[in-house]
Each structure stands twice: as structure tokens, then as C-alpha cells.
């Protein structure tokens, strides 16, 4: 499982930069850069969520990857094999910045 780094703040799931979910599902089918990926299990935080808080609390720094990013050179099967994984947010939304097209 890859150590996943997150620097989405706006996420219900992010502590500290490590997600609390026990898998992430990474979207890109036909991604041929990282800003064409994104965390499809990304929940933007509102007021209830950040008062309740939510189904994870635990943040989890290696964790189960499924991706479907089928040019990624780290998509072995629609799970990825990168050591480390970095999802950001960028212009469009939520990416995985470590997509490498192969």
C-alpha cells in the first residue's frame, strides 16, 4: 500500500495531511496529465460534518490506492504500486499528482 500524502484541507477526510479513509479511488481513464486525475473519494467538508465529524477519524498514512487511470505507469491492475501517493488540489478540483504517464 502506498503512503499517501493529502493536501486537500477542504476534505472531510483529511487530518493533518493524511486521509482517514481506509481506500481512496483515484479517476483518470483517459488522464494523460495529473490535472486530468482526481480523488473521486474526496467529500468537502460543511459545517455539519466539521461539528459531527465523520465516518473515519483515524488518519491513515499507508493505505489502499484503487485507481483507474489506465495510462499511469503505477496502475497495476486498477490498484496503484507507487511508493508514495500525493493528492492536491489544484485549479480543477482534486488530482493525483503523482500520475507518471507511461
Same mark, same amino acid.
Given at each position: 500500500?502506498?503512503?499517501?500524502?493529502?493536501?486537500?484541507?477542504?476534505?472531510?477526510?483529511?487530518?493533518?495531511?493524511?486521509?482517514?479513509?481506509?481506500?481512496?479511488?483515484?479517476?483518470?481513464?483517459?488522464?494523460?496529465?495529473?490535472?486530468?486525475?482526481?480523488?473521486? =473519494?474526496?467529500?468537502?467538508?460543511?459545517? %455539519?460534518?466539521?461539528? &459531527? +465529524?465523520?465516518?473515519?477519524? *483515524?488518519?491513515? $498514512? /499507508?493505505?489502499?490506492?484503487?485507481?483507474?487511470?489506465?495510462?499511469?505507469?503505477?496502475?497495476?491492475?486498477?490498484?496503484? =504500486?507507487?511508493?508514495?501517493?500525493?493528492? %492536491?488540489?489544484?485549479? &480543477? +478540483?482534486?488530482?493525483?499528482? *503523482?500520475?507518471? $504517464? /507511461?
Amino acid at each position: 500500500m502506498p503512503a499517501l500524502q493529502c493536501t486537500v484541507v477542504p476534505c472531510s477526510y483529511n487530518e493533518k495531511g493524511c486521509c482517514c479513509r481506509p481506500s481512496i479511488q483515484v479517476k483518470g481513464q483517459t488522464a494523460h496529465v495529473s490535472t486530468d486525475t482526481a480523488c473521486q =473519494s474526496f467529500a468537502e467538508k460543511t459545517q %455539519n460534518q466539521m461539528i &459531527s +465529524g465523520v465516518q473515519y477519524h *483515524s488518519p491513515n $498514512q /499507508s493505505l489502499s490506492v484503487d485507481c483507474d487511470a489506465h495510462r499511469c505507469v503505477y496502475n497495476k491492475d486498477q490498484k496503484c =504500486s507507487a511508493e508514495s501517493v500525493a493528492i %492536491n488540489y489544484g485549479y &480543477s +478540483g482534486t488530482e493525483c499528482s *503523482s500520475f507518471k $504517464q /507511461s
